[in-house]
């Protein structure tokens, strides 16, 4: 079984998805995580962001892994190491762009996303693009999406709960520039599935997403 979570920023996707995969008992696969990854190992070798064919070239060699432990949670492990929080980061945020940006790269992600899901007995997929390129024949699709201040509420709440000092302001900019760099890019952009099942969580709490979310696909 394969669910496909799509959305824009701080619409939920992640803590939901979470949540969704574990009732299930299928895999969790943050795709957005891998993204992140490899704008981390660019920015750390130094890159021209700009370079497609190094971001290519890297992308190809690097080693993945999104992990599940029952007492620690996920994590992210990029060639060996755990860099879960490095890849949270506003700075590395704002530079996911240069690495979404390029076909190359996303083809080759598509392809690990892909043999990672279809590892298990299921997956639920949560990014920007599943419904409609990495699992176009997904068995459910969904879109979530939330208010623009409630959006901005939330990832403030959660990088502040996550120890970094952030203002409103610069966050609320943050969201802004990303939703339209998501939406607008030429390659796989934001958008909502023709099939997708819309779900406006900005009154909702996580417990009503994920029912909502169980009972589309019961
Ligand atoms: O958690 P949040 O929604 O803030 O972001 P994320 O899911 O970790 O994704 C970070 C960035 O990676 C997004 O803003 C997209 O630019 C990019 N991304 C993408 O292009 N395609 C995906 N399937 C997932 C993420």
Same mark, same amino acid.
């Given at each position: 079984?394969?669910?496909?979570?799509?959305?824009?920023?701080?619409?939920?996707?992640?803590?939901?998805?979470?949540?969704?995969?574990?009732?299930?008992?299928?895999?969790?696969?943050?795709?957005?995580?891998?993204?992140?990854?490899?704008?981390?190992?660019?920015?750390?070798?130094?890159?021209?962001?700009?370079?497609?064919?190094?971001?290519?070239?890297? &992308?190809?060699?690097?080693?993945?892994?999104?992990?599940?432990?029952?007492?620690?949670?996920?994590?992210?492990?990029?060639?060996?190491?755990?860099?879960?929080?490095?890849?949270?980061?506003?700075?590395?945020?704002?530079?996911?762009?240069?690495?979404?940006?390029?076909?190359?790269?996303? $083809?080759?992600?598509?392809?690990?996303?892909?043999?990672?899901?279809?590892?298990?007995?299921?997956?639920?997929?949560?990014?920007?693009?599943?419904?409609?390129?990495?699992?176009?024949?997904?068995?459910?699709?969904?879109?979530?999406?939330?208010?623009?201040?409630?959006?901005?509420?939330?990832?403030?709440?959660?990088?502040?709960?996550?120890?970094?000092?952030?203002?409103?302001?610069?966050?609320?900019?943050?969201?802004?520039?990303?939703?339209?760099?998501?939406?607008?890019?030429?390659?796989?952009?934001?958008?909502?599935?023709?099939?997708?099942?819309?779900?406006?969580? &900005?009154?909702?709490?996580?417990?009503?997403?994920? $029912?909502?979310?169980?009972?589309?696909?019961?």
């Amino acid at each position: 079984m394969i669910i496909a979570i799509d959305g824009p920023a701080g619409s939920g996707k992640s803590t939901v998805s979470k949540m969704v995969a574990e009732k299930l008992g299928i895999l969790y696969v943050d795709t957005g995580a891998m993204y992140r990854a490899i704008t981390l190992k660019a920015v750390n070798m130094h890159l021209d962001l700009k370079d497609a064919d190094r971001l290519i070239e890297i &992308t190809k060699n690097s080693d993945i892994k999104l992990l599940h432990d029952k007492d620690k949670g996920f994590s992210v492990l990029l060639d060996g190491k755990d860099v879960s929080k490095e890849i949270r980061t506003p700075e590395l945020t704002n530079k996911v762009k240069f690495i979404a940006g390029v076909p190359g790269v996303r $083809e080759e992600m598509v392809k690990i996303q892909r043999k990672i899901a279809r590892s298990g007995q299921g997956a639920v997929l949560e990014g920007r693009d599943i419904g409609t390129i990495v699992f176009p024949d997904a068995d459910r699709k969904i879109y979530l999406n939330a208010d623009f201040k409630e959006r901005v509420k939330r990832r403030h709440k959660e990088l502040v709960e996550g120890g970094q000092k952030i203002d409103y302001a610069a966050i609320k900019a943050d969201v802004d520039r990303r939703d339209r760099n998501d939406m607008e890019r030429k390659v796989a952009p934001l958008k909502k599935a023709d099939d997708a099942i819309e779900i406006d969580t &900005t009154k909702l709490t996580i417990e009503e997403t994920v $029912e909502k979310i169980l009972s589309c696909i019961k």
